[in-house]
């Protein structure tokens, strides 16, 4: 039962991950403004993908209670993060804090890492700030925050999912090398995004 459960989860996961960018395209079609361009902007760039992927990957090696933690937690300080850059309140470093965000989060799923569970949210919680603030900046002209907010949380949210199916390959003898490889493929990214920030 659990081992046909786990293998529904990674289909959802793989499902979602092929179907986001066609949903997002229709939504980017319907309009420039409000819940379509909250849902695009996590989707725009490989550094908030990335590391969105890795929260979801990440809780899903750690287990429960950490598989629904942390993608809770992001989302949720990543809104408050958004308000701050809605309200225009400055915040120092966003860009280098989204590309150090897939860098840690990717090693920790690299080098399998299992810090106490308090740790791994505050550490997710941490970087949600940045990713929240670059979304809240580039609210559109004339758009409705809130909708935009809750585009962009439904976005990230549904990437969390594609990082949790992908870390139900655990439970296969070769999933540890595949994770772990992804893992190190997201920090790779990370770092690429740094050096093009500095």
Same mark, same amino acid.
């Given at each position: ?15 979602? =991950? ?86 840690? =989060? ?62 139900? =390959? ?29």
């Amino acid at each position: 039962m659990w081992k046909n459960r786990h293998h529904s989860l990674f289909v959802l996961g793989l499902v979602t =991950l092929m179907v986001l960018p066609s949903f997002a395209h229709a939504h980017s079609e319907a309009g420039a403004g409000g819940f379509s361009s909250g849902f695009m902007h996590p989707l725009s760039g490989l550094d908030h993908m990335a590391a969105m992927i890795a929260v979801g990957l990440w809780g899903a090696c750690l287990g429960a209670p950490a598989v629904w933690l942390l993608p809770i937690t992001f989302p949720v300080v990543m809104a408050l993060g958004g308000a701050l850059g809605i309200m225009g309140i400055p915040l120092p470093s966003v860009e280098t804090g989204i590309a150090l965000s897939a860098i840690l =989060l990717g090693l920790m799923v690299a080098f399998a890492a299992r810090p106490p569970i308090w740790l791994a949210g505050m550490i997710v919680g941490f970087f949600a700030i940045f990713h929240g603030h670059a979304h809240g900046t580039e609210l559109p002209t004339a758009s409705n925050a809130y909708a935009y907010a809750a585009g962009f949380v439904i976005s990230t949210g549904l990437l969390h999912l594609c990082g949790i199916g992908f870390g139900l =390959l655990s439970r296969y003898p070769w999933g540890g090398i595949a994770i772990r490889t992804g893992g190190g493929a997201i920090a790779a990214l990370g770092f690429c995004f740094l050096f093009s920030v500095l």
